[in-house]
C-alpha cells in the first residue's frame, strides 16, 4: 500500500507542479485511483505503473501538439539512439500534421527512398493498423523493428494516389555530412543530412578540405534535411555569417534568446543554399539566417515550416521523459517559419524521374554569375 500511496503522490506531483492553488484541482485524481483499486472488476490485473503512464500520457494528449511527447523508458531509449543517426528501420523522418502522421522526409539511400516514400506523404497505415490517433512515438515504434523484417506503409501521396509500400527494414546509418570538390566548375559541394552534435565538426572538415581562396563558390544542400538540434544549425550557419543574431527563440519559460555568430572563418564566397519540402526546423535555422544576411541565395522550392523548439524538461524516475514545445524561432530579421516555411530566392522545381538535378544546375549557374563576387558581410 506504501508503494501505490507513493505513485499517486508522483503521479499528482507530476502533473501539478508548479500549480499552486491547483492541488485541489488535480485531488481528484488520488480519489480516482483509489475507485478503480476498490471498484474495478479486473483491477489486479493492472499494475500502478500503467496507470501512471496513462495519467501522464493523457495530459500531454490534452495538450494536442504533435512535438509535445511522453516517453516510456523504452521510447526515451529510441528517441536518444535515433540522434546519433543509427538505428533500425526505413529512414524516414515524420511528423503530425492536422492530426496525420505526416514524411518530414526519407532519407537517401534508405529502404524508405528507395522504396518511393516523398516527403508531405500521409502515412494512413502501419502494417494495416489505422494511423489515426496514433503519437509520433507509436508510429516510429512500430515502423521501426529488427533488420531484415518487413513493414508496410500504406501511404496517399499529395497527387492523392494511395498504394501499399513493403520496406524491408535494415541498419540506418546517417552520414551527417558529405563533401565534394568539383574541379571542373571549381566549387565545393557539401550535403548536410541532418543536425547532430558532430555536423559542425565535420562541416568544417569538409569546407577546409577545398582550396576556399581559389573557389568561385559553394553549394549546400539541405534538401531532405529535418533538422536536428537547434545549438548544431547555430554553429554550422557561423561559418557563413560574419556577425550577429543567427536565431531568436520565445517562449514561457525563457522569455526571448538569441544565438549569435561564432566568428565567420570562411571567405564570403558566393553560397547557393538548395532547399526542398523536406528541408525542416534547425535546416531552416540555418538557411533562414543566410537569407537574411544576404550570405548567399536560397534554391529550389518552398521549406517545411516547423519552427518550433522542444526540450527534455523532465526525466522521470523509471527511466521515461517528457518532451515539451517550449517556444518558437524566428530568423535574424523576426520572420516566422512555423507552418510557412522559407521561399527561396530562386524557385526551381525538381520533376520526378529526371535524368539532371535541375535545382543544382540553377546554383552551379547562378554561382558562375557571380565569380569572383563577395557576399554581403552580415550584421
Known amino acids: 500500500m506504501v508503494r501505490r500511496v507513493s505513485l499517486i503522490l508522483l503521479l499528482v506531483g507530476v502533473l501539478a507542479v508548479g500549480a499552486g492553488p491547483g492541488d485541489v ?4 485524481l488520488g480519489q480516482i485511483y483509489q475507485v478503480i483499486r476498490s471498484h474495478y472488476y479486473r483491477a489486479s490485473e493492472v499494475s500502478d505503473s500503467v496507470l501512471l503512464h496513462g495519467a501522464i500520457q493523457g495530459v500531454i494528449d490534452s495538450l494536442d501538439d504533435p512535438y509535445s511527447t511522453y516517453f516510456t523508458p523504452e521510447e526515451y531509449q529510441g528517441w536518444q539512439d535515433s540522434l546519433s543517426g543509427e538505428y533500425s528501420g526505413v529512414g524516414i523522418e515524420i511528423t503530425l500534421r492536422n492530426g496525420r502522421v505526416t514524411v518530414v522526409t526519407p532519407f537517401p539511400g534508405t529502404p524508405a527512398y528507395a522504396g518511393g516514400i516523398r516527403p ?21 515504434s512500430r515502423i521501426r523493428g529488427e533488420v531484415g523484417t518487413t513493414v508496410v506503409l500504406t501511404v496517399e501521396h499529395e497527387d492523392g494516389t494511395i498504394e501499399d509500400i513493403p520496406l524491408v527494414r535494415q541498419r540506418i546509418q546517417i552520414e551527417a555530412v558529405q563533401s565534394e570538390y568539383r574541379a571542373e566548375e571549381n566549387i565545393g559541394y557539401i550535403r548536410i543530412m541532418r543536425f547532430d552534435f558532430d555536423t559542425p565538426g565535420l562541416l568544417g572538415k569538409a569546407l577546409f578540405s577545398f582550396p576556399l581562396q581559389d573557389l568561385a563558390g559553394l553549394v549546400i544542400d539541405l534538401r531532405n534535411n529535418p533538422g536536428g538540434v537547434l545549438s548544431a544549425a547555430v554553429e554550422a550557419a557561423s561559418y557563413f555569417v560574419d556577425r550577429g543574431v543567427i536565431v531568436r527563440t520565445r517562449g514561457p519559460s525563457f522569455g526571448e534568446r538569441t544565438y549569435s555568430s561564432r566568428g565567420n572563418s570562411v571567405p564570403n564566397l558566393p553560397v547557393a543554399i538548395l532547399v526542398n519540402k523536406g528541408t525542416a526546423s534547425a535546416a531552416e535555422i540555418m538557411a533562414g539566417a543566410i537569407q537574411d544576411y544576404g550570405m548567399g541565395v536560397l534554391i529550389g522550392t518552398q521549406t517545411f515550416g516547423k ?3 522542444q526540450e527534455i524538461v523532465m526525466r522521470l524516475p523509471d527511466g521515461g521523459a517528457i518532451k515539451l514545445t517550449t517556444g518558437e524561432y524566428f530568423t535574424p530579421t523576426g520572420r516566422s517559419v512555423q507552418d510557412v516555411g522559407l521561399t527561396p530566392d530562386i524557385v526551381v522545381e525538381r520533376v520526378e524521374g529526371e535524368q539532371s538535378d535541375s535545382q543544382l544546375n540553377a546554383a552551379l549557374e547562378w554561382i558562375e554569375s557571380r565569380a569572383g563576387a563577395l557576399m554581403g558581410a552580415g550584421g
Open 120 to 140: 508531405g506523404d500521409w502515412i494512413m497505415a502501419v502494417d494495416g493498423d489505422s494511423t489515426e490517433g496514433w503519437t509520433l512515438e507509436r508510429t516510429s
Open 25 to 28: 484541482l488535480f485531488a481528484p
Open 307 to 309: 519552427g518550433l523548439v
